[in-house]
């Protein structure tokens, strides 16, 4: 899609100076440059975000295809003619995310009362057009701007985080042992991957994801067992598989894009833990499997996600090393 051209009259905000415009082709390279410096002050925090979008023509790169995504819209903030904050959104798949906006890693930059005013003029528009579940990642190292967002009312809904590949990590726990799976594992790992939606669907998460069953999740794992793209572990605790996790390469991951996606990255993809044996220290068992597994394959860091409204990873992987980097606000309106 092209970039829409302005068609309303600017909103001049009570802020000295503060233009309000719909988002526009002729934004471009100062939403880049905003980019670029809001992720050099991110890479301060984190270094090991990926450098390459600190250079303005690559950030502006990714906000063009922000810009240019399907039914793509947002607004931009100007004083004296400059740039000084830009907000994009585009909606994902509705069965997922029901009717939404998303904005994602480079969709938005500015200073935080000028997110609040971009939000009231793109925020208009979503509404209008009946995307009334709002949700955007924004860089975790600003605790202002993520407040502004809260003041917007949205919520904590989502983390990314990373971590460098370790060089050694503790031993499991006694009763506890960590290793590569055989075919025969085949049903307690499908039994282990059905255990996590239906985690994330309980309070406090509450995900509306697919439940799966069980019977899908053993002819995906018969099909995908020697899939080299997937290095998987399990933990037994006194003899029995109770746990499991997957590495692989972070490109698999669609929702580690743009800035949020470091370059030779490993991801931490799934882990989960048979109710029974949480908390005995098998989910950081395998965790630092996979991480283990990292430093050995040579990645350069590992990556992971997680709903921060799960209890139980939210914990886990920050317990783990995990450092947050793109915090996912949500919002549903209309109460
Ligand atoms: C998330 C999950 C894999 C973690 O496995 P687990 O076996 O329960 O976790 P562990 O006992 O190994 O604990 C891991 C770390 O969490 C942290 N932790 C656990 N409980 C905690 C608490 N109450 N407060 C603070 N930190 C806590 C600790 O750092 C702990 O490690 P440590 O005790 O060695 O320091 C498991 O709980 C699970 O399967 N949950 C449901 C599915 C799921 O959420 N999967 C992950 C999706 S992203």
Redesign the pocket.
């Known amino acids: 899609m092209q970039v829409p051209t302005p068609i309303c009259i600017p909103i001049v905000t009570g802020m000295t100076g503060l233009e309000i415009h719909p988002f526009a082709e002729e934004h471009l390279p100062g939403a880049g440059r905003l980019l670029a410096e809001r992720h050099r002050r991110h890479r301060v925090a984190e270094p090991l975000l990926p450098p390459a979008f600190e250079d303005s023509a690559v950030a502006e790169k990714a906000v063009a295809a922000a810009a240019r995504a399907e039914d793509a819209s947002g607004s931009v903030a100007t004083r004296g003619g400059e740039v000084v904050g830009y907000l994009l959104g585009a909606p994902k798949s509705q069965s997922s995310w029901g009717p939404n906006v998303w904005v994602e890693s480079a969709g938005h930059a500015g200073d935080p009362e000028t997110a609040r005013e971009l939000y009231a003029a793109a925020a208009t528009r979503w509404v209008d057009e009946g995307r009334t579940a709002h949700y955007v990642l924004l860089p975790s190292y600003d605790d202002d701007l993520v407040r502004a967002w809260f003041r917007l009312a949205f919520g904590h809904q989502h983390t990314h985080a990373i971590q460098a590949p370790p060089t050694e990590v503790p031993p499991p726990r006694p009763g506890l042992s960590v290793r590569r799976p055989v075919r025969a594992d085949i049903p307690a790992l499908a039994r282990l991957e059905a255990?996590?939606p239906r985690?994330?669907a309980l309070a406090p998460t509450f995900s509306s994801g697919p439940l799966g069953s069980y019977q899908e999740s053993l002819a995906e794992w018969e099909e995908d067992f020697d899939d080299p793209v997937y290095t998987t572990f399990v933990v037994e605790h006194d003899g029995t598989v109770v746990?499991s996790a997957v590495g692989c390469a972070l490109e698999r991951s669609s929702i580690h894009t743009g800035p949020a996606r470091p370059e030779n990255a490993a991801f931490l993809g799934f882990?989960?833990?048979l109710p029974e044996?949480?908390?005995?220290?098998?989910?950081?068992?395998v965790?630092d499997a996979v991480a283990a597994w990292a430093t050995e394959a040579g990645f350069d860091s590992v990556v992971?996600?997680?709903?921060e409204t799960?209890l139980?990873?939210s914990?886990?992987?920050r317990?783990?090393g995990y450092r947050d980097t793109f915090t996912r606000v949500h919002r549903l309106i209309g109460h």
């Open positions: 255990s996590l985690h994330q746990g882990a989960a833990v044996a949480r908390g005995l220290g098998a989910g950081r068992a965790g992971t996600d997680w709903r799960n139980l990873s914990r886990a992987w317990g783990l």
